[in-house]
């Protein structure tokens, strides 16, 4: 069984609860421009410690440290006595539906070697598990929570009363989606929650690196460091009405289009796409259940064949094109959310090709989950992310 606890968490002292220039995507999604953006808005914006740049003779891990130990001298953060957060994300779909998420943040136990009680469903990279180990090491701070997926019925039933105050923090993203969060603390309804998520596992929805930097950090740390024995979790029901999967789309460098269809070829059934490429193209490929290669010089709808079925590790795109992809070892392999993103990089030549996946569904993600797998990096994005700085928590309690 999962085991959520309150936390004393760290938050912006701002009297509005007004967040919208203090807060920011999690690390692994903000873009360039974004990150520039982001730390024009405002010198406290949590941009900065999430991604800290070099300063002189201090590495970015030391200036991390710094600012954040800075700002809860200078009063911009304090702390809470020990709670949960009640958070719930309200946006549009891409048909212009009206959704929302909502679940509970709280100080996560961290499994022990062999535990059932957190499953992961993806793999990881070094590269990225290296960079969050050293932020948390200099910091001592989960600075944005894992999202999980509680297998317990009930628990969006038992959060929505607790919404109907005004929240305590508010925060709108250019797009519009709106961040709100309630601190609870009152006994009962904490164990309340406490119970119902006690009721099963969670499914790591998002955070896999965060999740397992967290255990490395725990195993170094010792018996004695008693906060590194959890990380900050953002728990939400394990319902399709509460989520929205996105696919992570393919970037390849190292073979044209031309050199990729012909190595694809005992791979998939190809078929030329006439239209323009844009967010149309989803629904297309999943009209003939195929993924859509996109070159400069046109497109392809890459149709699995049974080889590929039978040699893939899951029943999804991602594992699909890994099977081709072996065929072509020299190929360079990045991640895009957002199939405009994903046009642009091809139109702008920063690559030579793009593979657009479709969605693994909530239902896949449990299975896999649950079968003690895991699926290739980079297969799912949920949407939308909490946000980062909504809620910071300090292993040192």
């Not at 136990?109 to 180990?133: F, M, N, V, Y």
């Not at 701070?141 to 999202?147: D, F, H, T, Y």
């Not at 929505?160 to 923090?169: F, K, V, Y």
Request: glycine share 8%.
């Amino acid at each position: 069984m999962a085991r959520l606890d309150p936390f004393p968490g760290i938050r912006y002292a701002v009297g509005s609860g007004v967040l919208d220039d203090l807060v920011a995507p999690p690390y692994d999604v903000v873009s360039d421009d974004e990150r520039v953006r982001l730390e024009a808005r405002s010198r406290h914006n949590a941009v900065h410690v999430e991604l800290p740049r070099d300063d002189g003779e201090r590495d970015r891990y030391e200036v991390a440290a710094g600012l954040f130990g800075r700002w809860r001298d200078e009063r911009v953060l304090e702390v809470d006595p020990p709670s949960l957060y009640v958070y719930r994300m309200r946006y549009d779909d891409e048909a212009g539906h009206r959704r929302s998420t909502i679940g509970v943040i709280g100080a996560l136990a961290l499994s022990q070697p062999g535990g059932r009680d957190i499953l992961p469903h993806e793999r990881t990279t070094p590269k990225d598990k290296a960079d969050r180990l050293e932020i948390l090491r200099a910091t001592g701070v989960n600075l944005s929570p894992i999202w999980g997926l509680s297998a317990t019925s009930g628990l969006s039933a038992r959060l929505g009363p607790l919404t109907r105050p005004a929240p305590d923090a508010r925060a709108t993203e250019d797009t519009g989606v709106v961040h709100e969060l309630w601190r609870v603390d009152d006994p009962a309804v904490v164990d309340d929650l406490r119970d119902t998520v006690a009721g099963g596992p969670v499914l790591i929805a998002d955070g896999h690196h965060r999740f397992e930097v967290a255990v490395a950090h725990r195993d170094e740390a010792g018996a004695g460091a008693a906060g590194a024995g959890a990380l900050m979790a953002y728990v939400v029901e394990l319902s399709d009405d509460q989520l929205w999967v996105q696919a992570v789309h393919r970037l390849l460098t190292g073979a044209s289009s031309d050199e990729l269809l012909e190595a694809f070829g005992p791979y998939f059934e190809v078929l030329p796409v006439e239209e323009e490429v844009d967010v149309g193209i989803l629904s297309r490929m999943a009209e003939v259940a195929a993924l859509c290669l996109i070159g400069a010089d046109g497109a392809w709808l890459l149709r699995p064949t049974a080889r590929t079925e039978e040699s893939a590790e899951h029943r999804l795109d991602s594992s699909r094109l890994d099977v081709a992809l072996a065929a072509v070892p020299a190929v360079e392999v990045r991640f895009q959310h957002g199939v405009e993103e994903v046009r642009a990089a091809v139109d702008k030549g920063e690559v030579d090709a793009a593979v657009l996946l479709r969605p693994a569904t909530v239902a896949q993600i449990a299975e896999v989950s649950r079968g003690g797998a895991r699926m290739p990096p980079k297969t799912t994005f949920f949407y939308p992310k909490p946000r980062t700085g909504m809620v910071f928590r300090s292993l040192a309690g």
